[in-house]
Structures are given as structure tokens and as C-alpha cells.
């Protein structure tokens, strides 16, 4: 069974920084796009950050220059460095992944992880 699994949440203070992992496990053939999401109490879940296969980036405007996302292909795992935060970064973050699990040919489908929660507070 594929599943994601993050890590790497915790409580940090305004200008800090912390490392998300998102580790995927189970049979898979190939993964292709992963991604980090957020969602903050009573709002909707949003992008943050996109990494393709081969490595190529893309921020939504409000992390631009403090968040760097990075994949380790052979460890099957996304990465979200977050600097600089602010308590308006205060969210549960999500990843998921579009990924193709053993024996599907080369249907792919998109996997979600649980979630680890970030909380930026002084």
C-alpha cells in the first residue's frame, strides 16, 4: 500500500526555520510531480511549493525567497526548508504526490500524506 508520511512540524518562534520531510513507501514504479500544501484554521488548503521529477521549482508568491523545496528520488522523499517564518505561516502542511504505483501501467494517481503541523508563535 503507498502511502506518504511528513515529518519535521514542530513550534518555532518568528524568524525561525524548520525542515519538512515527506517520505512516500509501498510499491512504486515512478514519482512524478510532489508538492507542498497548507491549510490554516477555517481556510482552504492551499499550494505552497511544486517540484517536478527532474528538479524544477515553483513558490507561490507569499514564501518566494524563504521556502526551498527539494527531492531526494531515490530516498522517495520531498523536502520543505522554511526560513525566515512568521506566524502567519501557521499551518498544517501537506504534501502529496503524483506518483504511479507498481502494476498500473502507467496510470498515475495523486497521494496525500497527513499531514504535519507547523506553528510559528512567539
Known amino acids: 500500500q503507498v502511502q506518504l508520511v511528513e515529518s519535521g512540524g514542530g513550534l518555532v518562534q518568528p524568524g525561525g526555520s524548520l525542515r519538512l520531510s515527506c517520505a512516500a513507501s509501498g510499491s512504486i514504479f515512478r514519482i512524478d510531480d510532489m508538492a507542498w500544501y497548507r491549510q490554516a484554521p477555517e481556510k482552504q488548503r492551499e499550494l505552497v511549493a511544486t517540484v517536478t521529477r527532474a528538479g524544477a521549482d515553483t513558490y507561490v508568491d507569499f514564501v518566494e525567497g524563504r521556502f526551498t523545496i527539494s527531492r531526494d528520488n531515490a530516498k522517495k522523499t520531498v523536502y520543505l526548508q522554511m526560513n525566515s517564518l512568521k506566524p502567519e505561516d501557521t499551518a498544517v502542511y501537506y504534501c502529496?504526490?503524483?506518483?504511479?504505483?507498481?502494476?498500473?501501467?502507467?496510470?498515475?494517481?495523486?497521494?496525500w500524506g497527513q499531514g504535519t503541523q507547523v506553528t510559528v508563535s512567539s
Open positions: 502529496n504526490a503524483d506518483l504511479i504505483p507498481t502494476g498500473w501501467g502507467y496510470r498515475s494517481a495523486l497521494y
